[in-house]
């Protein structure tokens, strides 16, 4: 009896351990996730958002809507990240607090420690595949979707006022004053496929219409000044540009494609759900392409089979940083937390190099890159049970 009774304690203080070791990783696995997350979005939402919303373009609701709709792409990306510093910040501290010493001691094992870290793992790239191949694909859609929506209910607010906009596409916009929809001192620079100015509009006034058909702006201009460069080479200035000045301009457009997500009708293939990849999968596998064709056809299904052992081996780094987090962060025992920062940044950083590197290979079908991306997980794998096999031994 008193055998017993002594094994259920132990029992016991076992799950205690198991308790408190899950909750100190997973709020702090969720607060580094938070963080990363965080960081990927914010470029997007200064670049994309913060300026339509300052200019009046959409509302606060929809300036909160569309940055929720930002989060599962971020997550994607953070939650490999936010695991890893989140295992090796609180193995860290309790390594440098003695407290994993005390718990070796007392015959607990390492693995044994570890074992509800490693489920936390399983149970984050279980997410991380969800989210890779169902929620961020169905954000990415719905945040352009509901981004031209925005603009397409007053596409006239994009103009301001003494500011250069660069976001149309294969045009610059400057003007001076704007009263409605009436533009003053308006300057329309037209650009060729690589950027470079092949004409110059210049009038003393203007209106904007917004032709929902073809979602462009078209501005009629009065008492126009009109520059045409050489259309070969527009930049050689040796050649004097042709000037002409007329009462009003030749119908010009502005195109709205940035804003409304033109490519929304050929989707990317990495906003696909995982039924959809799968389909087009199966769809490029029954073409019989003609054999001038045979290579690129090979490597646009190269490509597809790609983002999907991507996204899967995404998923899988999830656990093999939790994995690898555990025995490093035994060993490496600092508390300080830009120190276990560092670490897991580094190793991040190589993990994502070495897939960057793999996927240079898309163009390389015969070299099997889809496989090759599996690459770098084997090798983290593998490095977090020799590390394992060393901290056993101590």
């Known amino acids: 009896m008193r055998a017993g009774a002594v094994c259920d304690e132990f029992r016991d203080r076992l799950n205690l351990l198991d308790r408190h070791i899950l909750k100190s990783v997973l709020f702090t696995c969720a607060a580094a996730v938070g963080l990363f997350a965080f960081v990927v979005a914010l470029p997007n939402v ?15 609701d929809t300036f909160l809507r569309l940055n929720a709709l930002l989060l599962p792409f ?19 501290r309790l390594s440098a607090d003695s407290e994993i010493t005390a718990m070796r001691a007392s015959g607990v094992s390492v693995m044994r420690v570890s074992q509800p870290i490693l489920l936390l793992g399983l149970g984050c790239a279980a ?9 961020m694909p169905w954000a990415r859609v719905q945040y352009h979707k509901e981004f031209a929506a925005a603009v397409r209910a007053n596409p006239l607010r994009i103009i301001e006022a003494k500011r250069f906009i660069r976001d149309f596409a294969g045009s610059v916009l400057y003007v001076r004053e ?7 001192d308006i300057w329309l620079w037209e650009l060729d496929e690589r950027s470079r100015v092949r004409r110059l509009l210049r009038a003393e006034s203007g209106r904007l219409v917004y032709d929902e058909a073809t979602n462009s ?6 008492n126009v000044t009109v520059e045409e460069r050489d259309a070969e080479n527009p930049e050689d200035f040796s050649k004097s540009p042709k000037v002409a000045s007329v009462e009003k301009a030749a119908e010009v457009r502005i195109l709205l494609d940035r804003y409304f997500g033109k490519n929304l009708d050929r989707m990317k293939d990495d906003w696909l759900t995982y039924s959809g990849l799968h389909a087009k999968q199966a769809q490029l596998a029954a073409i019989k392409p003609p054999p001038e064709q045979a290579k690129e056809h090979a490597r646009t299904r190269m490509k597809l089979a790609m983002i999907v052992q991507e996204k899967f081996n995404l998923s899988l780094a999830v656990f093999s940083f939790a994995l690898i987090g555990v025995p490093l962060g035994i060993k490496v ?12 940044l580094g ?3 190589g993990f994502y190099l070495m897939t960057v590197a793999i996927k240079s290979l898309d163009r390389h079908p015969e070299y099997r890159p889809d496989l090759l991306l599996w690459l770098p997980n084997v090798l ?12 056993d031994r101590k």
């Open 46 to 60: 200064a670049r994309e958002l913060i300026g339509p919303l300052l200019a009046g373009q959409f509302d606060f």
């Open 178 to 184: 704007k009263e409605g929809d009436v533009l003053r």
């Open 333 to 344: 025992s600092r508390r300080e937390t830009s120190a276990n920062l560092g670490v897991a």
């Open 217 to 222: 702006l078209v501005p009629n201009l009065v």
């Open 74 to 92: 971020a997550v994607s990306y953070a939650l490999p990240m936010g695991v890893l510093t989140g295992v090796l910040l609180t193995l860290g």
């Open 127 to 135: 997410l991380a595949l969800y989210v890779n191949f169902e929620s």
């Open 347 to 349: 190793l991040v950083l």
């Open 380 to 391: 983290f794998l593998g490095l977090g049970v020799w590390l394992f096999t060393r901290i």
